[in-house]
C-alpha cells in the first residue's frame, strides 16, 4: 500500500500513526493526484477519502488515477456530502451537484462503471464515487 500527499506534515504523521499501530507494508510518498508518484498500471485500487475537494485539477487527479490503475482496478472516491453554498469547514466536501459532475469527469475519462451514492454513516451522508478501469 502506497500513502500519497502533497505535504510533508501530513507524511510525517502519518508514518507515526502507521508505526504506532505497527502496520507493516505500507510507504508514503510525497505527491499530489495530479501527479502521482508511482508507475502505470501499477495499482490495483485507488482511493481518496475526503480530499477529493483538495485536488487542484480533478479532471488532471481523474486521468492520473487512470494511469496508474491495472486493467480492471477500482476506483473509490468518498467525500463528505456537503450543502451548497457551504463556507469553510462545512465546505470540505462534495454538493451532490459537484458529485455529479466528478462521475460525469471520470466516465468522460475512460473508466467504466461508474457508480455515485449516497452512504449514511453515523449522522453524516457521504458521497461515494466507484468506477473501474477498462479490460487491457
Excluded: C, Y
Excluded at 2 to 28: H, Q
Excluded at 94 to 113: K, S
Excluded at 119 to 136: D, I
Amino acid at each position: 500500500m502506497i500513502g500519497v500527499d502533497p505535504s510533508p506534515e501530513m507524511l510525517g504523521f502519518a508514518r507515526r500513526l502507521t508505526s504506532l499501530g505497527r502496520v507493516d507494508g505500507v510507504d508514503f510518498l510525497e505527491g499530489s493526484a495530479e501527479s502521482l508518484p508511482v508507475d502505470s498500471a501499477s495499482a490495483t485500487v485507488v482511493w481518496a477519502v475526503q480530499s477529493v475537494h483538495h485536488w487542484l485539477d480533478r479532471g488532471r487527479g481523474v486521468k492520473e488515477s487512470l494511469r496508474v490503475l491495472a486493467p480492471r482496478g477500482r476506483l473509490l472516491l468518498m467525500e463528505r456530502a456537503v450543502a451548497p453554498g457551504a463556507r469553510g469547514l462545512a465546505a470540505h466536501g462534495l454538493t451532490d451537484n459537484q458529485a455529479g459532475e466528478l462521475a460525469r469527469l471520470i466516465g468522460h475519462t475512460g473508466f467504466a462503471d461508474v457508480a455515485r451514492q449516497i452512504v449514511r454513516v453515523g449522522r453524516r451522508n457521504l458521497v461515494v464515487v466507484t468506477a473501474s478501469a477498462p479490460p487491457s
